[in-house]
């Protein structure tokens, strides 16, 4: 059988824990900061973990994570 190609997009955007969870960033961060509260600027920094609904899907398409 073949390897599976990694979704160079997705590798890019998600890193896995020590723990194994999957890391990523908060969207609404890029661009239109001005009328966004500072408070909501600095929570958009933090990274947030991938709900259990996406897992299944972002795992297909990097399988050697």
Do not use: E, N
């Given at each position: ?21 999957i ?24 990274p ?18």
């Open positions: 059988m073949p390897k599976v190609k990694t979704h160079r997009g997705a590798a890019k955007r998600f890193r896995v824990t020590k723990t194994g969870k890391k990523r960033a908060k969207a609404f961060k890029s661009h239109i900061l001005t009328k966004k509260t500072a408070k909501r600027k600095r929570y958009l920094r933090k947030a973990m991938l709900s259990k609904a996406d897992l299944k899907r972002i795992k297909q398409v990097i399988p050697y994570m």
